[in-house]
C-alpha cells in the first residue's frame, strides 16, 4: 500500500505563486512517475504536470512556462512550484504516483486563485 499526503494549497491572489509538494510512503520500492491532475468545479479532471523516474517532465499546455514540476528521490517527494496563478487555475490538485505499474491518488489540496 502506497500513501501520499499532499500540502501546499490555499488561497492567493492572481500573479501570485504556490508550492504544493506530495510526499509518498508506504509500500514503495520502485516509483515510475509522480505527478498532478487537478479538477475545477463542473470540469473534468485533467493533468497538470508529471515527472518519471529518469526526470523527463511532462505539462499541459495551459500550464506551461508557469508551473515547474520537481522531484526529491531520496524524499519520496515530488513539488510542483506554481507562478504566475490565474483565476482559471483554481481546482482541487490531486498528486497521483505509479509504483511498481499500479497508480495510486492524494487526497487532494485546494488552491484558489482570486483577489
Known amino acids: 500500500q502506497v500513501q501520499l499526503v499532499e500540502s501546499g494549497g490555499g488561497l492567493v491572489q492572481p500573479g501570485g505563486s504556490l508550492r504544493l509538494s506530495c510526499a509518498a510512503s508506504?509500500?514503495?520500492?520502485?516509483?515510475?512517475?509522480m505527478g498532478w491532475s487537478r479538477q475545477a468545479p463542473g470540469k473534468e479532471r485533467e493533468l497538470v504536470a508529471a515527472i518519471t523516474s529518469g526526470g523527463s517532465t511532462h505539462y499541459a499546455d495551459s500550464v506551461k512556462g508557469r508551473f515547474t514540476i520537481s522531484r526529491d528521490g531520496a524524499k519520496n517527494t515530488a513539488y510542483l512550484q506554481m507562478n504566475s496563478l490565474k483565476p482559471e487555475d483554481t481546482a482541487v490538485y490531486f498528486c497521483?504516483?505509479?509504483?511498481?505499474?499500479?497508480?495510486?491518488w492524494g487526497q487532494g489540496t485546494h488552491v484558489t486563485v482570486s483577489s
Open positions: 508506504g509500500s514503495i520500492f520502485s516509483i515510475n512517475a
Open positions: 497521483y504516483t505509479v509504483v511498481a505499474g499500479s497508480g495510486y
